[in-house]
């Protein structure tokens, strides 16, 4: 199994920065991609940022130049870095890694707890 722990959410400003961690537990045979995902109420859960173990990157529209993504492979963690925040970005975050364990070879997609980012003045 894979367990994932989430840290750093919290209220800011706008304008206001904020960091997320993640860092991936378990039996981990390989980790393909690790990303960050939210949902606001009353709306879906959206990609915000992925990185492959390779370090290729994809982002949501609405946070492009403002978000970035980055990952430690040896620490299995991945990081987002928000700046310039948003009233608009304010949600739970969701730290997702798609992960092989030991013994089982099919990528499966494991979730954090969600932690609660507040952009608000």
């Known amino acids: 199994q894979v367990q994932l722990v989430e840290s750093g959410g919290g209220l800011v400003q706008p304008g206001g920065s904020l960091r997320l961690s993640c860092a991936a537990f378990?039996?981990?045979?390989?980790?393909?991609?690790m990303g960050w995902y939210r949902q606001a109420p009353g709306k879906q859960r959206a990609l915000v940022a992925g990185?492959?173990?390779?370090?290729?990157?994809d982002y949501a529209d609405s946070v492009k130049g403002r978000f970035t993504i980055s990952r430690d492979n040896a620490k299995n963690t991945v990081y987002l870095q928000m700046n310039s925040l948003k009233p608009e970005d304010t949600a739970v975050y969701y730290c997702?890694?798609?992960?092989?364990?030991?013994?089982?070879?099919?990528?499966?997609?494991?979730w954090g707890q969600g932690t609660q980012v507040t952009v608000s003045s």
């Open positions: 990185i492959t173990s390779g370090g290729s990157t």
């Open positions: 997702n890694v798609k992960a092989q364990v030991r013994y089982y070879s099919i990528p499966l997609d494991y």
């Open positions: 378990g039996t981990i045979f390989n980790i393909n991609a």
